[in-house]
């Protein structure tokens, strides 16, 4: 492979696709990949509150010395605590690259409804509402369009994409080299099954 081969394909790398996943790439992800990402993100979130107590340990430790004990929080003070690590993950996460480390595990990314990354606005009032609401995933498994109440109410979707750098269209279609350098054209994305334009409606809740 010449030099200049050799830095196309460094380039292109990280854009290829699974070929298992080639077929989903650009569609709305469902149930069990977004219920995967999910989880991991609040292993994530755990990490980050164990650091966060260990951080305070290690304060206390140095501030008392010989008077130090394990400070044990409230309650309150460990929910609020989750609550500001969770909703400032989110929020830097759908803001900047549009994926947390389980989306980006699962092949994910949280648009808006022109593909694009959510602004900050929304990426933080999507964080509040899978805070309050996290069961609204749920309508993700009855939802024709796999979208969430979150979804539903903000006009949001979450795709399978997979390789794609921050703030690239999902019309895009990557290309990828292989060790000869011969071009391998990867499947584009499907576009929405559904129009925007009429966002579904929530159930009722009333029984009527």
């Not at 996943?21 to 977004?34: D, I, K, P, T």
């Not at 947390?100 to 509402?129: C, E, I, K, N, P």
Request: hydrophobic share 45%.
């Amino acid at each position: 492979m010449t030099t200049t081969e050799g830095r196309s394909a460094s380039r292109v790398m990280p854009d290829v696709i699974p070929a298992e996943a080639r077929h989903l790439q650009g569609r709305r992800a469902g149930l069990v990949s977004r219920g995967m990402a999910n989880l991991l993100d609040l292993v994530v979130v755990i990490g980050i509150l164990f650091g966060i107590y260990v951080a305070w340990c290690g304060a206390k430790l140095l501030w008392q010395r010989k008077e130090f004990s394990f400070p044990t929080p409230s309650f309150t003070q460990a929910f609020t605590a989750g609550a500001i690590v969770l909703l400032l993950y989110f929020t830097a996460a759908w803001t900047g690259s549009g994926r947390t480390y389980g989306d980006r595990f699962m092949g994910l990314r949280v648009v808006d409804r022109t593909g694009a990354r959510l602004r900050l606005g929304w990426s933080f009032l999507r964080a509040v509402l899978c805070w309050i609401f996290p069961v609204g995933l749920l309508w993700a498994a009855v939802s024709r369009e796999n979208r969430s109440v979150q979804d539903v109410i903000l006009r949001t979707s979450v795709r399978h994409e997979w390789g794609r750098g921050a703030g690239q269209s999902s019309t895009q279609t990557p290309r990828s080299d292989d060790a000869l350098g011969s071009r391998v054209d990867v499947q584009p994305a499907v576009a929405d099954e559904a129009d925007d334009r009429h966002p579904e409606s929530l159930p009722r809740l009333d029984g009527e």
